[in-house]
């Protein structure tokens, strides 16, 4: 078989892991030749690949980001975009190509398995809001990066009786904000799946700061909403698949706790640190296991399906199952467990 490989949307840790055990798994368990295109759908588009052997993969296992490269280019949203694609795979001579991504990347692999491509979906966003699987590829090392970051302003914060607004990632769910402020010890957590009330926020400070505590940390998702009726924030500009370009609701909510309750504030956004680097062990070991287990999809023509995490298990789902519907936060985390430890 020649196998096509390919990571798009947003990078995380856990990629190249999952490009090695696709590479290994071809090349040692069926003696496939396996192709690597470069930046996402556009290497397919505009012709970018490279030839991927065991030999040229060693050594990217803990490496973060992708040596193949990524884009959020849309085949669908370029002109002669898709049937450049389908052309490529044909002179390319491609009888599997795997796409690692999240609801992007996925979304355009289910439409062209639609149209007859022999597509595999592999699972990977740090925002963790794909369905049909318990976890996403670079999760972990997210949240990971993010909780010790916390621990961290915790220190400084309480040396300024501050409080600190710690903005993570998280578009249209607050995944990582609900675990890294759990695992922080966060006075308060926006995400974008509860609006917030921005005095409800200060009131749990203020509980707080009565209590002898002087110093706290609220995080938020980027994508975090105010209630309707309370702040207002920025409209921001929109990329190719029609997501909001987001980061900086952090900068509205530490001047608000300031102007209301007097208490210093400031604010660190973590961004795109949270994308790079080294991924946990967990997430190298769910990427060895979904980049083997789609080879396996792959040869038993299991076109149009994707890896996922369901308990122990690696089991294979439709890709639109994981695409139909964003994976929101289990609103019993949050109101169970999270809110518990507010103020
Ligand atoms: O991949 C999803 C994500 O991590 C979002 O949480 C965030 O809004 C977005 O990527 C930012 O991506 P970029 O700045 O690379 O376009």
């Known amino acids: 078989m020649r196998v096509g490989v390919l ?44 030839e991927l052997s065991v030999q040229s993969c060693r050594g990217i296992l803990p490496r973060g980001g992708t040596v193949l490269g990524t884009s959020r280019t849309n085949p669908y949203k370029v002109a ?26 996925l979304g355009v692999a289910n439409r062209l398995a639609g149209e007859g491509a022999p597509v595999v979906g592999i699972p990977k966003t740090i925002d963790n809001d794909l369905s049909a699987t318990d976890v996403t590829i670079g999760f972990d090392t997210a949240v990971q990066i993010a909780a010790e970051a916390i621990d961290r302003l915790h220190t400084t914060a309480e040396s300024h009786d501050r409080v600190i607004v710690c903005e993570v990632m998280g578009r249209h769910v607050g995944w990582i904000a609900t675990y890294a402020g759990i695992a922080g010890g966060a006075a308060a957590i926006l995400v974008p799946e509860e609006p917030f009330d921005v005095e409800a926020v200060c009131s749990y400070l203020e509980r707080r700061h009565q209590k002898g505590r002087f110093a706290s940390i609220v995080v938020t998702a980027e994508g975090a909403l105010p209630a309707e009726g309370t702040i207002s924030v920025a409209s921001p500009e929109l990329d190719q698949f029609g997501h909001p370009r987001l980061g900086g609701i952090s900068n509205t909510v530490a001047a608000e706790i300031e102007r209301r309750t007097g208490f210093e504030s400031r604010v660190t956004i973590l961004g795109h640190v949270q994308r790079g680097g080294t991924p946990s062990a ?23 399906q994707m890896v996922a995490l369901h308990g122990p298990a690696v089991e294979r789902v439709p890709i639109y199952e994981a695409i139909a519907e964003l994976k929101r936060l289990d609103k019993r985390l949050f109101s169970s467990v999270a809110e518990v430890f507010f103020g």
Do not use: M, Q
């Open 7 to 50: 990571t798009g949307g947003g990078d995380c840790p856990g990629l190249n892991a999952a490009i090695r055990a696709v590479v290994r798994k071809c090349e040692a368990g069926y003696g496939d030749e396996v192709i690597g295109y470069r930046d996402g759908w556009r290497g397919l588009i505009e012709g970018g690949s490279v």
């Open 80 to 105: 002669g975009g898709r049937e450049a694609v389908l052309a490529t795979l044909a002179k390319d001579g491609i009888d599997a190509l795997i796409a690692i991504g999240g609801e992007d990347t």
């Open 282 to 304: 967990f997430d190298r070991v769910l990427a060895t296991r979904f980049g083997t287990e789609a080879v396996d999809a792959a040869h038993e023509g299991a076109f149009g």
